[in-house]
């Protein structure tokens, strides 16, 4: 059974959005309507590391809400650490991509793509 939270659950900039959108629509034009999967794995230098995936397919347990006009899905677990994270991107001089703004990190490596709580 899914479940749907509020928007404080994980939040999308709008930078993050346009970025986001554009991805959707090339997805949609080659057939499959997707959506943002983010989750929290064990790794990097800090000890975990974010994982976003534009997929198609919901799982039982996931985790679904919705914030800036942006479908979100995680697996509870991963939730748990991403309370109150901003999802973002940057296309600046210091690398053009998505990152995340997480309160809940103690604790982030230099490049940014882990975290300790």
Do not use: H, W
């Amino acid at each position: 059974m899914n479940n749907t939270f509020s928007a404080d659950s994980i939040k999308i900039s709008d930078t993050a959005k346009a970025r986001i959108e554009q991805i959707l629509a090339e997805n949609l034009e080659k057939g499959t309507k997707s959506f943002v999967r983010v989750s929290v794995v064990s790794g990097g230098c800090s000890g975990l590391s974010y994982k976003l995936d534009f997929d198609s397919e919901e799982k039982p347990k996931d985790q679904v809400f919705e914030d800036n006009g942006i479908k979100i899905v995680t697996d509870m677990k991963s939730l748990l650490y991403l309370l109150g994270t901003m999802l973002d991107f940057s296309e600046g001089l210091s690398g053009k991509g998505f990152f995340f703004n997480n309160p809940n990190a103690a604790r982030t490596c230099a490049c940014g793509e882990s975290f300790a709580v």
